[in-house]
């Protein structure tokens, strides 16, 4: 099957920076669509920003600018790089795949990861 672990989430301070990373792994034909999402205590989960295999992206308009979304294709993986973080980005972050697997190409299956967290202290 597929597995998509995420990397890099932390404690940092308010203003700090922190990049993301989520590796899809397994038994696959291609990638579609990835993309970022975060679930803060008691809120719910919320679109970040996408990124198609082409590269086109797009972005929640919360974010301001502050977020980046990238691709490499030949490994399979989905960054975020996070600048100018503040408390209120304090959540876990989930990364996104559309993924068609070796046997089944002609359709592809959503698949999440585990989360990770990220802490931003004041």
């Known amino acids: 099957q597929v597995q998509l672990v995420e990397s890099g989430g932390g404690l940092v301070q308010a203003g700090g920076s922190l990049r993301l990373s989520c590796a899809a792994s397994g038994s696959i034909f291609s990638v579609n669509d990835m993309a970022w999402y975060r679930q803060a205590p008691g809120k719910q989960r919320e679109f970040l920003a996408g990124i198609t295999s082409g590269g086109n992206t797009n972005y929640a308009d919360l974010l301001k600018g502050r977020f980046t979304i990238s691709r490499d294709n030949g490994k399979n993986t989905v960054y975020l790089q996070m600048n100018s973080l503040n408390p209120e980005d304090t959540a876990v972050y989930y990364c996104?795949?559309?993924?068609?697997?070796?046997?089944?190409?002609?359709?592809?299956?959503?698949?999440w990861g585990q989360g990770t967290q990220v802490t931003v202290s004041s």
């Open positions: 996104y795949a559309n993924i068609r697997l070796r046997l089944v190409p002609r359709s592809g299956n959503d698949y």
